[in-house]
T-cell receptor, first 117, second 116 residues
Framework: AQTVTQSQPEMSVQEAETVTLSCTYD???????LFWYKQPPSRQMILVIR??????QNATENRFSVNFQKAAKSFSLKISDSQLGDTAMYFC??????????????FGQGTILTVHP | GAVVSQHPSWVICKSGTSVKIECRSL??????MFWYRQFPKQSLMLMAT?????????EQGVEKDKFLINHASLTLSTLTVTSAHPEDSSFYIC????????????FGQGTRLTVV
């Protein structure tokens, strides 16, 4: 079984500043995917970024980037130029690759991010 | 993009009654759907995996007789909370996996259930 740990229950950042959310995971799998999801007050789950474990290059999506350290089993999310709309709960998630595992996610505890004007 | 619609968005029911929540994939066929439960400011916990045409697989600790799951077609899975009690009040979210088996989960909007 895999576990995902987010050790920061809450974070805050000033608008336009940069913030990094931490995530570590534990697994014995060699093929997997890692995700960051955003859950705003509407509670709709929104995919922020995805990382394939076999790729060494860190994923980037506009203002969002990750620092994927496979050996350390670490997967942090950096948000640059923070905006008020980034205020949400952020979840780190793990998905085992292959067959019937696709789609099944294991989530971390979540980090509530507040962006202040 | 892949759209998953969950209905209703919120429901209030009396203790002892049953409530059905629907999860539909609108523009793709979902061989597998997943049901999660989320308490306020907490994480999503997987309850069960729903496979089209077969019995659902429940996670340890989830009462299969209380949370009935049916996946009768490639676009619809339902979760029925039977004999609901106040402790069943929670936010329930479904997600779906496409038939192509992409490494991506598509989420419904969620259902807020309040049992009074």
């Amino acid at each position: 079984a895999q576990t995902v740990t987010q050790s920061q229950p809450e974070m805050s950042v000033q608008e336009a500043e940069t913030v990094t959310l931490s995530c570590t995971y534990d697994t014995s799998e060699s093929n997997y995917y890692l995700f960051w999801y955003k859950q705003p007050p509407s509670r709709q789950m929104i995919l922020v970024i995805r990382q394939e474990a076999y790729k060494q290059q860190n994923a980037t999506e506009n203002r969002f980037s990750v620092n994927f350290q496979k050996a350390a089993k670490s997967f942090s999310l950096k948000i640059s130029d923070s905006q008020l709309g980034d205020t949400a709960m952020y979840f780190c998630a793990f998905m085992k690759a292959g067959g019937t595992s696709y789609g099944k996610l294991t989530f971390g505890q979540g980090t509530i991010l507040t962006v202040h004007p | 993009g892949a759209v998953v619609s969950q209905h209703p968005s919120w429901v209030i029911c009396k203790s002892g009654t049953s409530v059905k929540i629907e999860c539909r994939s609108l523009d793709f066929q979902a061989t597998t759907m997943f049901w999660y439960r989320q308490f306020p400011k907490q994480s999503l916990m997987l309850m069960a995996t729903s496979n089209e045409g077969s019995k659902a697989t429940y996670e340890q600790g989830v009462e299969k007789d209380k949370f009935l799951i049916n996946h009768a077609s490639l676009t619809l899975s339902t979760l029925t909370v039977t004999s609901a009690h106040p402790e069943d009040s929670s936010f329930y979210i479904c997600s779906a996996r496409s038939r192509q088996g992409m490494a991506e989960a598509f989420f419904g909007q969620g259902t807020r259930l309040t049992v009074v």
